[in-house]
């Protein structure tokens, strides 16, 4: 089996349901960020700080490629083949992570600057690339139906990242930076 097709060449691709649509619309901007976002969930989850987070990094990913073939798939159409969906479980598994993590670092009493350490730093990356995706999933849900856990998914997904980079921080013994704003 090839890699390339040629299908693309004109600048269309095919949703599943087999609906062609320009290469810049607004479905596959959004299922496109996801699969940066899974990239980047890739480079954290490779961080030497998270081998112990192996499992739980790896259902992200595998949750982020359920959210992409769903707004890949072409809503108008009734499509045949079988999907992988999302649960609530999947967000209360983020929600029971942020909780734990919370509860063992310092309360948070002012904004953070992003860093303070190279893989802290790339979890940030991956919270910005979240946040992106949710909205942009938003923006698609004005025209055309997105399933609301997804929607929900991703904002609970940058929340659990956000606490991943505190706890990160902790683990790595980096400066957590907050933000002092000049007056």
């Given at each position: 089996?090839?890699i ?6 004109k600048?269309t691709?095919s ?10 619309h607004?479905r596959?901007?959004?299922y496109?960020?996801?699969?940066e976002l899974?990239s ?5 989850r490779?961080?030497e ?8 990094l790896k259902?992200i990913q595998?949750?982020l490629f359920?959210i992409?073939a769903?707004l890949?798939t072409?809503p ?5 083949m079988a ?6 479980e ?9 909780d734990?993590?919370t509860?063992?670092?310092p309360?948070?009493?002012?904004f953070?600057?992003?860093?303070g350490h ?6 940030h990356?991956a919270?910005?690339v979240?946040?992106?995706a949710?909205r ?6 004005e ?11 991703l904002n609970?997904?940058s929340?659990?990242?956000f606490a991943?980079?505190?706890?990160m ?14 007056m």
């Amino acid at each position: 089996m090839k890699i390339y097709t040629k299908t693309g060449d004109k600048g269309t691709t095919s949703l599943i349901g087999g609906t062609r649509v320009a290469k810049s619309h607004l479905r596959i901007e959004a299922y496109g960020t996801i699969d940066e976002l899974n990239s980047y969930i890739g480079l954290v989850r490779d961080q030497e700080v998270n081998k112990g987070r192996l499992d739980i990094l790896k259902e992200i990913q595998d949750r982020l490629f359920t959210i992409g073939a769903t707004l890949a798939t072409d809503p108008d159409k009734n499509v045949k083949m079988a999907t992988p969906d999302l649960h609530e479980e999947d967000i209360t598994l983020l929600e029971q992570e942020i909780d734990k993590y919370t509860a063992e670092v310092p309360p948070l009493r002012a904004f953070v600057l992003p860093g303070g350490h190279q893989s802290v730093s790339f979890c940030h990356l991956a919270r910005c690339v979240c946040r992106r995706a949710e909205r942009l999933a938003i923006s698609l849900q004005e025209v055309s139906p997105v399933d609301d856990l997804v929607i929900k998914y991703l904002n609970r997904l940058s929340d659990y990242l956000f606490a991943l980079c505190r706890k990160m921080t902790q683990e790595l013994g980096a400066e957590e930076i907050a933000w002092k704003p000049r007056m």
